[in-house]
């Protein structure tokens, strides 16, 4: 029996009892939705990530604890996906214009 069938073997007994206990039901629906979250993130534009930045700033404001750290870190994960998203927009804009987006809007 080579190790790869061993392993699926090995699965297949304890995902049946696994499947069964609700608290590894939840914690999978947990992971999938930080999952999720991460994947909605990487398609919203700039202009909404800025928006979901914002709402959940002032929701967390002066929460404390093990679950506002968390938010925190959803938080900054958001804003590093904003910084990715206005990077790629600045360049898609400079690369049909030829010209950089931050020098036009100081023209306004």
């Not at 029996?1 to 049946?16: G, I, P, V």
């Not at 202009?47 to 900054?76: M, W």
Request: proline share 1%.
């Amino acid at each position: 029996m080579r190790l790869a069938d061993m392993e699926t073997h090995s699965l297949r007994l304890y995902l049946a009892a696994s499947l069964k206990e609700a608290e590894i039901r939840r914690t999978c629906c947990a992971v999938d939705a930080i999952l999720r979250a991460g994947t909605i993130l990487d398609e919203l534009s700039p202009t909404s990530l800025e928006q979901v930045r914002d709402y959940c700033s002032e929701y967390n404001k002066g929460r404390k604890g093990t679950f506002s750290e968390f938010k925190h870190a959803y938080i900054n994960m958001v804003v590093e996906h904003l910084n990715d998203a206005r990077m790629t927009e600045n360049r898609l804009f400079q690369g049909l214009t030829g010209k950089d987006k931050d020098d036009l809007q100081d023209k306004w």
